[in-house]
């Protein structure tokens, strides 16, 4: 049988999880999990379609492929450098809630799209929110997380 190679234009079903087993990405329909709700971090339903060392998804992924068989399936884990990087507690910062725009109530877990000093947009969450201050975590909602990837070799196109 043909193997994948490096170059290769495939295609690929998946199911992410977090150590804990909660769901954060899929490509199969009703995969469910309160990660992975649409609209959030889940990809469209249907075999993901990517060129192996083309960075189109996680390095360890593609590294993994080379080899592999059609209907080959493998599991593999990703370490928080191979994905969103390991959490960072200097990326929580404090604002004047008067900066905030007087249509925002501020809730914990909330997110937001904020200006920064590049004039570049970041998304945020807000962590803590008190009559005078809001603190916003510009972490990757999953940063420092470890993420196991259970996927199979759909089609060497």
Known sequence: ??????????????????????????????????????????????????????????????????????????????????????YDPENVFTVQRSELPGEITPEVGMGLEVTGDDDDLYMVTIVKVTDEEVSLDSNHPLAGEELTYEFELVEIL
């Open 1 to 86: 049988m043909i193997q994948a190679k490096e170059a290769d234009k495939v295609t690929i079903n998946f199911i992410g999880k977090l150590t804990d087993g909660a769901i954060i990405d899929s490509t199969y329909p009703d995969s469910g999990g309160e990660h992975c709700d649409g609209d959030n971090c889940c990809s469209d339903h249907g075999p993901f379609e990517l060129t192996i060392g083309e960075g189109d998804f996680y390095t360890p992924i593609e590294t993994a492929l080379v080899g592999m068989q059609v209907g080959e399936k493998k599991t593999i884990t990703i370490n928080p450098d191979d994905a969103f990087g390991d």
